[in-house]
């Protein structure tokens, strides 16, 4: 179970608006580390999706964006595609038991 | 361009030891902030952070595991090592290594993963 907090499942149908949380606390998100997604379809490596809360690498579409508050985060999907569906994690630092990074426990997001 | 490439053994037996090696190219080791890691992917599970190795050879390791893991580097020949003692059947995963960005603390490259079985 991770320390980091996310839905299972969430889906919608194509051209919704749809949001994925990630809840920490104060050893991670809370401290003010920066908080990264990754998306992974089924069969392919995790790839970079949002860094640093809301920053989007080259190439990643503008539908995706990020936002934060207090100890949570939110990946925001506009204008949701069927190539969306995949698997999302959220990515921070924790300063507890010494420091280490960690994983969210996932969100499967099904296109209807 | 940035490619991250793990090996190692497809099958281990429980109680052995794992040893995964990352080859690496289009960055360097020894550039300031500049990060490698491992994280791993248990079949139909969520991502698990193990461990990160810096360019200044710092080492940071998953608590839950972090007396049966140890990252080295070799910036010479581009590689990272990870080690796995006393595996276990749980810890049957896709491994992955993946490359952290200085100043972002994000993994934006990726290697393609390496599945490995525990099993007797």
């Known amino acids: 179970q991770s320390v980091l907090t996310q839905p299972p499942s969430v889906s919608g149908a194509p051209g919704q608006r749809l949001t994925i949380s990630c809840t920490g606390n104060s050893s991670n998100i809370g401290a003010g580390y920066d908080v990264h997604w990754y998306q992974i379809v089924p069969g392919t490596a995790p790839k970079l999706l949002i860094s640093n809360t809301n920053n989007r690498p080259s190439g990643v579409p503008d539908r995706f964006s990020g936002s934060k508050s207090g100890t949570s985060v939110s990946l925001v999907i506009s204008g949701l595609q069927a190539e969306d569906e995949a698997d999302y994690y959220c990515h921070t630092y924790d300063n507890s038991l010494g420091g280490w990074e960690v994983f969210g426990g996932g969100t499967k997001l099904t296109v209807l | 361009q940035i490619a991250l490439k793990e090996s190692g053994p497809t099958l281990v037996k429980p109680t052995q030891t794992l040893t995964l090696t990352c080859d690496f190219s289009?960055?360097?080791?020894?550039?300031?902030?500049?990060?490698v890691g491992w994280i791993r992917q248990p079949p139909g599970k969520a991502l698990e952070w193990l461990a990160l190795?810096?360019?200044?050879?710092?080492?940071l390791y998953t608590p839950s595991l972090r007396n049966r893991l140890t990252i080295t580097k070799d910036t010479s020949k581009t590689q990272v090592v990870l080690t796995l003692t006393n595996v276990d059947p749980v810890d049957t995963a896709t491994y992955y290594c993946?490359?952290?960005?200085?100043?972002?603390?994000?993994?934006?490259?990726w290697g393609q993963g390496r599945l490995v079985i525990v099993s007797s």
């Open positions: 289009g960055f360097s080791l020894s550039t300031r902030g500049v990060g």
């Open positions: 190795i810096y360019w200044d050879d710092d080492k």
């Open positions: 993946a490359h952290r960005r200085e100043d972002y603390g994000d993994y934006d490259y």
